[in-house]
């Protein structure tokens, strides 16, 4: 709706002013012509084609044919009337006259757009200008109105509108769409873009740790190494192994040993400068790079803060794990100056300290790489070692303290190497473990274990029992009770001359599946009894919850025993509480009369060690057997 607007306009005044007031006091004298004027008056209003009325004091004098079929008045209907006949209230009347009335007795003339009203009620937009017929007399000369329907302007000024407003809203619309469309491209370009990057971190880092991986280590040595040479630095490149890793994760399963490799990635990080890079280059191996270090800086006490953190008591779950890394360390510009060398070099450093008892730092030497050639060599001939028939099992007696008699043989695993002899197995069961070699090994110990039962009891050469040493990975192997089931029918053995060895850290994962295994061992009859008791963290509690038959004091312990008190109060305290959850105590690695004097004191049951046999191969054993010499 338009609204209702007052335009007074100051009024010029025409020159023949007196003229228009002409209907209502119409000149008098020179009767024809003025007449005559006065038709032409009439014929003029009655034919103008707006409305035109005129009012005094307040009523209609007049109004022209225009006005009344405007007001749908009968000709001459208004005349006499109030001005109030056309208007749609008497308050819209009034208001109207209060703001016109002053403005036109200033003979001032008004223009205005108002509804008004038709003689049968309708309303209608119209025009109205109103002036006074006399300006000089503007209160006494009565008023003239000129009115105009407006209604269809409006209505197509209305409609105008509502089009521009439909216009706007679409376009309004329209714009909120498109913004939408924008946003939603915009995430998608972010979303996409986000990919990117993410694909890009992946490829450079270890989805585990998020650590660098080994490609983006090896960037980043190779440009430490370009700025070392034209500044003068030092590089060190340090390669970190966890010892016996993969016990952590045949034991206590691959979650635990994710945790703790991102424990020990956190430890790495938090000690180093950011400038370093601490990568994770393999399953349990680190490649730590410490560029911008002076050439004098001694790097012995940063590696052994490495090793004294990592070494630190490790919290998986609600159990506390002891992980130690082995360290190796090579030097740029000292060891050399080609990436992938200084690289190999350090990895020689390391397996130099896993060769000598773990848990330790070695600075790359010469004579190490030549190490690891051998190392590397081993583990490719040992791929052939069960095919080739280079096994063979060793035998050590088990002494009855009680009976003064062997009731059984340990089997002991060596390796005719065909170049280097006899090779024990500490130097080659932890390449058959780390290389899973161990398994199709391990079947083949239980099988000739159970063999040699047969011969000597078709030789008539009877032995009560049969030790088998069994590695972690070779336990957790499902396919184990079955290969034990059938190494036992084939040699028809008795289960229980069957024991099988096992380490403590077997003990401590503690899982359901470890206590699905024993279950399934013990059902097939066979013993099983702990190795090297002691160098674990394994507690007496759980022997019992296992219920283990044997214990076996590791050689450590056994040793001392005559000259540590030490030694001799923890070797006193193991029987005794052995005894109270009635496990039977052996003792490994007796070697004098001493030692086996104070074991027996003690009141454990059965010895092994040099004292009585050397491992030795089948034959001497039969040998030493028919002897009549005793063993105490
Ligand atoms: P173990 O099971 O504790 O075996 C006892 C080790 O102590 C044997 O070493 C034995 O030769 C040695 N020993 C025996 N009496 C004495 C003694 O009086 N003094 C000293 N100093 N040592 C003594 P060996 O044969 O070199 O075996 C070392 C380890 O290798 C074994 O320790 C066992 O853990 C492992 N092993 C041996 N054979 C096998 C096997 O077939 N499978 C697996 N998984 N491990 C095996
Ligand atoms: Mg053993
Ligand atoms: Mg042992």
Known sequence: MLPSTYNAITMGIPRNAGQTSLPESPPVGNGASEHETLLKYEAILNNASVGIAFTKDRAFQHANRAFEELFAWPAGGLVGQSGMAVWGSKEEYAEVGSVVGPLLSQGRSVELERRMKR???????????????????????????????????????????????????????????????????????????????RARH?????????????????????????????????????????????????????????????EMARRLTAILRDSDTVSRVGGDEFVVVLSHTQVETDLAPIAAKLMAELSAPCTVGDRELHVTPSIGVSVFPDDGDDPAKLLSYADAAMYHAKATGRRNVQFYAATMSAALQARLKLENDLHFAVLRNELELFYQPRIDFSSGMVIGYEALLRWNHPQDGVIAPGAFIPIAEDSGLIIPIGEWVIREACQQMKRWREANFAVQSMSVNLSARQFFDSSLPERVHQALLESGMRPEQLELEITESILMANTEETMSLFAQLKRLGVKLSIDDFGTGFSSLAYLKRFHVDNLKIDHSFVRDISTDPDDAAIVRAIVNLAQSLQLRVIAEGVETREQLDFLAACGCQEAQGFYFARPQPAAAVELRAASSRGWM
Do not use: Y
Not at 128 to 153: H, K, M, S, Y
């Open 119 to 197: 003689r049968d009620g309708t309303l209608f937009w119209c025009r109205l200008q109103a002036r006074p017929v006399d300006p000089v007399n503007p209160v006494t000369g009565g008023t003239i109105w000129i009115i105009e329907d407006v209604a269809e302007r409006r209505h197509a000024v209305e409609r105008l509108q509502q089009l521009n407003e439909e216009l706007e809203r679409r376009v309004k619309e329209r714009t909120e769409e498109l913004a939408r469309a924008n946003d939603k491209l915009k995430g998608e370009v972010n979303e996409r873009l986000h990919a990117e990057e």
């Open 202 to 262: 992946l490829s450079l880092h270890d989805e585990l740790t998020g650590l660098p991986n080994r490609r983006l280590m090896q960037d980043r040595l190779a440009h430490a190494l370009a700025q070392a040479r034209r500044e003068g630095w030092q590089v060190a490149v340090i390669f970190l192994d966890l010892d016996r890793f993969k016990n952590v994760n045949d034991t206590l399963g691959h979650a635990a040993g994710d945790e703790v490799l991102r």
